[in-house]
């Protein structure tokens, strides 16, 4: 839905009840816990930094760029219909930033999406930098959600990723900024989309999905979108399952390895940043296409190779997006 539509929807909420428009008011100070940490705002943001894409664009969605300094860190480029609000919000970097590039915009407020990007060992930033300072922050409930270990600095889901926890995260973005009424109008419309991609598809335990972020090059293992993360309720929603079967939201696999997992729909993800050659997915039709190894793998001998955004593998608005462009592919597969 359209940012000025979603507006409008929580405009006319708004218009049939005076009452629920009072009690969707926040009353400041507002306390907030986030994380196991609590965070207590004297007044609505006016010079926000969003550290991710996802924690961007739900501002954006939320129609309060007029109140954002910055943001940083995006693997694909901004949603078409909040571009002209985006064009308002100054990009650091399309990667991470530094503390200091964040700290020069003079944020009274940090949201992250990531715990690379606002956790106890980001080297972008910890929670505490900003506190220290008198800057509350924000830390998206999907990255709050994964086991971390040394090994792993995205973590580990021991349950699927749902949209329950993107839910909370817009409720409580829309309170600290005090448009409550619009969070609800975004809510409503992305539960009422989820449920209409869940009655187009049947549960079918066969149709597997592998979903491919990127790869450095050919010869190195890939980054893959992990069984519980993410990607697991891309296949969840579409009847299936996910080819790998891993905790981990980001495991690196190697081609034997994704051979043996034998998809049944391989995932190419666009992935906009350009760090590497295969960030594109038409770099990745064309390896896996021509490679002698790789092109025997069922999935591609039939063509069944569907195209999503890579933003949507990360825990976010986006996801639903990526869902719902596979669907569509789905059907031209007719593989519903």
């Not at 306390?31 to 010079?47: K, V």
């Not at 040394?150 to 909370?168: F, I």
């Not at 981990?248 to 034997?256: L, R, S």
Request: contains cysteine; aromatic residues 8%; proline residues 5%.
């Amino acid at each position: 839905m359209p940012n000025k539509a979603i507006l409008a929807l929580g405009s006319a909420a708004l218009a049939l009840s005076g009452v629920a428009a009072v009690q969707a008011a926040t009353n400041y100070p507002l306390t907030i816990e986030n994380c196991g940490q609590s965070a207590t705002f004297e007044h609505a943001p006016q010079n926000a930094v969003a550290l991710g894409q996802n924690s961007a664009e739900i501002m954006l969605l939320l129609g309060v760029q007029d109140r954002m300094a910055a943001s940083a860190f995006w693997p694909n480029a901004v949603l078409p219909e909040l571009a002209e609000a985006n064009d308002e919000v100054e990009v650091l970097t399309v990667e991470f930033p530094t503390l200091e590039a964040v700290l020069s915009k003079q944020p009274d407020f940090v949201a992250a999406m990531l715990t690379t990007l606002l956790g106890p060992d980001s080297k972008v930033a910890k929670r505490s930098d900003f506190e220290e300072l008198g800057i509350p922050t924000y830390l998206s409930p999907s990255a709050c959600a994964t086991t971390l270990d040394v090994d792993d600095a995205y973590g580990s889901r021991a349950e699927l990723w749902n949209m329950g926890l993107l839910y909370k995260e817009i409720e409580d973005l829309s309170r600290i900024f005090d448009v409550a009424e619009r969070g609800q109008a975004v809510i409503e419309d992305f539960k009422a989309r989820e449920a209409a991609l869940r009655d187009q598809f049947s549960k079918n335990d066969d149709l597997t999905f592998l979903f491919w972020f990127s790869s450095a090059s050919p010869a190195d293992d890939a980054y893959l979108g992990g069984g519980n993360g993410p990607s697991g309720y891309i296949a969840n929603i579409l009847g299936g399952t996910n080819a790998i079967q891993t905790e981990a939201d980001w495991p690196a696999v190697g081609w034997e390895g994704i051979m043996a997992a034998d998809p049944t729909v391989f995932v190419a993800a666009q992935v906009d940043r350009n760090r590497w050659d295969l960030d594109t997915a038409e770099n990745k039709i064309a390896f896996l296409t021509s490679d002698p190894t790789v092109n025997q793998m069922d999935a591609i001998q039939s063509g069944r190779i569907v195209v999503m955004s890579g933003a949507a593998m990360n825990p976010s608005i986006r996801t639903l997006y990526g869902a719902e462009q596979v669907a569509k592919q789905l059907k031209a597969l007719d593989l519903p």
